[in-house]
């Protein structure tokens, strides 16, 4: 309960009614009404659950440089079975996580049978997924009226909420469960945290990374699912723009970049902020790059004070000890 309400988690809180409150303001209240907030839930789906997917290798102090690729192949080659070998479209759309699952394994066993860091191996990886999403559509684009079922899906709503952004935050309660209750889930933290001390208690630090990486992958199929539902269709831009966001939910959600944290709901209410940014684009006019800006200062600025808080914690703990170390001498010389 005290990491829900942590100081970061109700500074996000603040920043997002804050942020909706000025972005209504400025559009006279457009974008209070429920169109448009259905359409931002609708839309920040992706940015969480990529953001989970991120958050998931830094707990064992991990990257995935190749999240935007492992959901654009996903989503194109789900659209290709859909659309082009006649596939079932429910089927169809829902192996896209399959695929995230294969291809984030591929990454973690990769990385622990070359023992090459895991950033180089994502970072190629990426460039070889963009590679094949490219041969699978080419230029063209797959339309959603090839899965109508599907996209009904992605267009449902429950009492103005989208479902598809109710099923995100499903998954994100999952994910929560499975840090807080479960063996493997703690293991992964454990790994991250201290990886000498997990290996010293039996925990095997390559099954870890090879288990994030795969579940990384997972929630990027996830995320590429989502996309099948609601965007108008496939094609290699699906993807593209999932780097950043990836990493800006959950770092500036708290997650530490060192490994052995996570932060579930600090990563939902960071991804609502770097949505509002995205929002807000259209209304102040903001050009793209602006918004790439800012999101990118504001992760800069979250690792910087979070750096800066760890060298004053690590000040006052050796200052601590010092005067424990000067107190103790001064009742041995008395």
């Known amino acids: ?80 079975m859909i659309s082009s070998w006649g596939v079932n479209p429910w089927i169809g759309a829902l192996f896209a996580v399959v695929t995230g699952a294969v291809l984030g394994l591929v990454n973690g066993l990769l990385i622990v049978g070359t023992r090459i860091n895991g950033f180089i191996v994502t970072l190629a990886m990426s460039q070889i997924l963009i590679g094949l999403q490219y041969a699978l559509v080419g230029t063209s684009t797959i339309s959603r009226s090839a899965w109508p079922e599907v996209a009904a899906f992605g267009r449902a709503e429950i009492l103005g909420i989208p479902v598809i952004f109710i099923m995100t935050l499903l998954v994100a309660a999952v994910i929560a469960l499975f840090f807080a209750q479960s063996v493997t889930g703690r293991q992964l933290l454990a790994s991250g945290g201290n990886s000498s001390a997990a290996q010293l208690a039996g925990i095997s630090i390559d099954r ?74 259209p209304i102040f006019k903001f050009d793209a790059a602006v918004v790439n800006f800012v999101v990118g200062a504001v992760v800069l600025g979250t690792v910087a004070l979070g750096r800066l808080r760890e060298v004053q914690t690590a000040r006052r703990v050796s200052q601590l000890r010092a005067r424990r170390a000067e107190a103790a001498l001064a009742e041995v010389n008395r």
């Open 208 to 281: 870890s990374i090879v288990i994030a990486h795969a579940l990384s992958g997972l929630l990027c199929g996830v995320a590429a699912f989502v996309s099948i539902s609601f965007l108008p269709g496939v094609n290699t831009t699906v993807g593209g723009d999932w780097l950043l966001p990836s990493f800006a939910a959950p770092i500036i959600g708290g997650v530490a970049l060192v490994g052995g944290s996570v932060a579930v709901l600090g990563t939902v209410l960071a991804a609502m902020v770097v949505r509002l940014v995205d929002a807000a684009s």
């Open 1 to 80: 309960m005290r990491k829900l309400v942590s100081a970061n988690n109700l500074l996000l809180i603040g920043v997002v009614i804050v942020g909706a409150a000025i972005l209504a303001v400025a559009s006279s209240g457009q974008f209070l009404s429920p169109v448009s907030i259905t359409s931002f839930f609708r839309f920040v789906s992706v940015p969480i659950l990529i953001g989970l997917a991120q958050m998931v290798t830094l707990c064992v102090g991990q990257l995935n440089l190749a999240v935007g690729a492992i959901g654009g192949v996903a989503a194109c080659l789900s659209g290709v």
